[in-house]
T-cell receptor
């Protein structure tokens, strides 16, 4: 079945550092790709999405480009802040029994130190 | 507009006890689902519902029951809790089966001893 593999965590960076969290996927079709973020004590929130190859999703300074040739959707941010500390999940959409469901990676915990 | 609410926030059960995790939404979404989150495993789909009166199994349904009598509510029942069900449970909704964006509740942390 379809699957998502994320960079192992945890990741610790200093404020204003450049962030990359790697995500690769395997899928039989042409899924849409997502990054979700989970702040401490909260549920997941959609951060950004891309629905077809070469699309770039962006939000709150984060970006990710759907690369079909490398089956990747890496998350990047040029200058991280303490408030970006959270767990980040890469996910793809999968047609499951006639409905779209999400397949999640294992999550990457990010800590930003001031 | 409360979005997706879940109760309780925390629960401790003994092996063999039963309980119901509540999920309610006020967005008039057709699709509702339950996930469990375990360390290093991401989120896994337990059960889902594409509308009132319709439910189906996800990837890990064993040990859980659901029903959907109204659009707003989607309770998850553990009939006989086991330590393997210790996890964080999230309810999520979306407009319909084919929408992409899901809205998650704050979660219920369940410990089974």
């Amino acid at each position: 079945g379809d699957s998502v593999t994320q960079m192992e965590g945890p990741v610790t960076l200093s404020e204003e550092a450049f962030l990359t969290i790697n995500c690769t996927y395997t899928a039989t079709g042409y899924p849409s790709l997502f990054w979700y973020v989970q702040y401490p004590g909260e549920g997941l929130q959609l951060l950004l999405k891309a629905t077809k190859a070469d699309d770039k999703g962006s939000n709150k300074g984060f970006e990710a480009t759907y690369r079909k040739e490398t089956t990747s959707f890496h998350l990047e941010k040029g200058s991280v802040q303490v408030s970006d500390s959270a767990v980040y999940f890469c996910a793809l959409s999968d047609d499951y029994q006639g409905a779209q469901k999400l397949v999640f990676g294992q999550g990457t915990r990010l800590t930003i130190n001031p | 507009n409360a979005g997706v609410t879940q109760t309780p926030k925390f629960q401790v059960l003994k092996t063999g006890q039963s309980m119901t995790l509540q999920c309610a939404q006020d967005m008039n979404h057709e699709y509702m689902s339950w996930y469990r989150q375990d360390p290093g495993m991401g989120l896994r789909l337990i059960h889902y519902s594409v509308g009132a009166g319709i439910t189906d199994q996800g990837e890990v349904p064993n040990g859980y029951n659901v029903s959907r009598s109204t659009t707003e509510d989607f309770p998850l029942r553990l009939l006989s809790a086991a330590p393997s069900q210790t996890s964080v449970y999230f309810c999520a909704t979306k407009q319909d089966s084919f929408s992409y964006e899901q809205y998650f509740g704050p979660g219920t942390r369940l410990t089974v001893t």
